[in-house]
């Protein structure tokens, strides 16, 4: 019941795809993170991807779409089961909302980020 600061939570890390926990709420982590550069493909099985831009622009590019480029204040949900990769040329800030333990690299190669709260 108290407010969080979405700046000052992302003044904390300077690391980009690595998402930090913000706050929890039915089952579901709210992250902030920083992209720069590109993600790997990847899909998540069993639940949608949720992506709130606060500042600078993405591009999500999915392997059976064209690519969409959103920027601060709008966002992308991608359903299940779809593969995509969330790309930025310059650093932007995102708010995420995911189930508790989904690994954010679905079912890439690439290790999933730890998750830190802060």
Request: no cysteine; glycine share 6%.
């Amino acid at each position: 019941m108290n407010k969080i600061n979405l700046s000052e939570k992302l003044s904390l890390f300077d690391s980009h795809w690595d998402p930090h926990v913000v706050a929890n709420y039915n089952d579901n982590d709210v992250m902030v993170v920083k992209f720069k550069g590109e993600f790997p493909f990847h899909k998540h099985d069993t639940t949608d991807d949720f992506f709130l831009v606060l500042d600078g622009e993405v591009t999500m590019d999915y392997e059976k779409s064209d690519p969409v480029t959103f920027g601060a204040g709008e966002m992308v949900i991608v359903p299940k089961g779809v593969v995509h990769r969330p790309r930025a040329a310059e650093e932007v800030k995102v708010l995420l909302i995911e189930p508790k333990g989904e690994p954010n690299s679905g079912d890439a190669d690439r290790e999933p980020a730890p998750k830190p709260h802060i």
